[in-house]
């Protein structure tokens, strides 16, 4: 059973930075793309960025294009979300999530596993 681990949350202020890690196990040999989201309170939550299983495919979402940059490192069996310029609308709870299909995914509903999150708040 694949499960991942997010760390790397916290409280920062705006024009600040942080890097989100989740760390995978188990059963990793069915991961193909992996994804963050993030979900505010009283939101739906949201696509943020997905990278491919090679790491040479990112796609982000057009809130966070040219701030966030994510990437893999299959060695260590970890991906990453670099955050810059961060803003008070990034405040949030982010989920790692692991997808088994071929094509890269971009909607909640298409990934089989997900991590317990870790919390982004952006003060102004």
């Known amino acids: 059973q694949v499960r991942l681990v997010e760390s790397g949350g916290g409280l920062v202020q705006a024009g600040g930075s942080l890097r989100l890690s989740c760390a995978a196990s188990?059963?990793?040999?069915?991961?193909?793309?992996m994804g963050w989201f993030r979900q505010a309170p009283g939101k739906e939550r949201e696509f943020v960025a997905v990278?491919?299983?090679?790491?040479?495919?990112?796609r982000y979402a057009d809130s966070v294009k040219g701030r966030f940059t994510i990437s893999r490192d299959n060695a260590r069996n970890t991906v990453y979300l670099q955050m810059n310029s961060l803003k008070p609308d990034d405040t949030a709870v982010y989920y790692c999530?692991?997808?088994?299909?071929?094509?890269?995914?971009?909607?909640?509903?298409?990934?089989?596993?997900w991590g317990q999150g870790t919390q982004v708040t952006v003060s102004s």
């Open positions: 188990g059963g990793l040999f069915v991961i193909r793309g």
């Open positions: 999530a692991a997808d088994r299909s071929q094509s890269l995914k971009l909607d909640v509903a298409a990934y089989d596993y």
């Open positions: 990278v491919s299983r090679a790491g040479e495919i990112t």
